[in-house]
Nanobody, 123 residues
Framework: VQLQASGGGLVQAGGSLRLSCAAS????????MAWFRQAPGKVREFVSR???????DYADSVTGRFTISRDNAKSSVLLQMNSLKPEDTAVYYC??????????????????WGQGTLVTVSS
């Protein structure tokens, strides 16, 4: 399985970015997908997830600002990020659950990871 994340960049506070994650090598349509992020000096944290049926969850810190979606025909997951804040600055990783059975809100619940894309929000 390969995951390729893209779409990061530098944006001013209040701006928007859209991250994309392209998956290959697995039955994507049946897999839970998620976004995590890791800020400098901090642990990796859950941002959002989307199930194969389209069900979604968000971290409290991004609820109402971020929207996750998936396009099964293109084997891709999107993360639309609006009203960005400086505290959203981090490397964002997409992840695929694969065969893991742990919590869907923990990095240990995901088997495959993309390389990360840097989001920097200036104040």
């Amino acid at each position: 399985v390969q995951l390729q994340a893209s779409g990061g960049g530098l944006v001013q506070a209040g701006g928007s970015l859209r991250l994309s994650c392209a998956a290959s090598g697995r039955a994507f349509v049946r897999d839970d997908m998620a976004w995590f992020r890791q800020a400098p000096g901090k642990v990796r944290e859950f941002v959002s997830r989307i199930g194969w049926s389209g069900s979604t969850d968000y971290a409290d810190s991004v609820t109402g600002r971020f929207t996750i979606s998936r396009d099964n025909a293109k084997s891709s997951v999107l993360l639309q990020m609006n009203s960005l804040k400086p505290e959203d600055t981090a490397v964002y990783y997409c992840a695929s659950r694969g065969t893991r059975v742990g919590s869907r809100f923990s990095e240990y619940g995901y088997e495959y990871w993309g390389q990360g894309t840097l989001v920097t929000v200036s104040s």
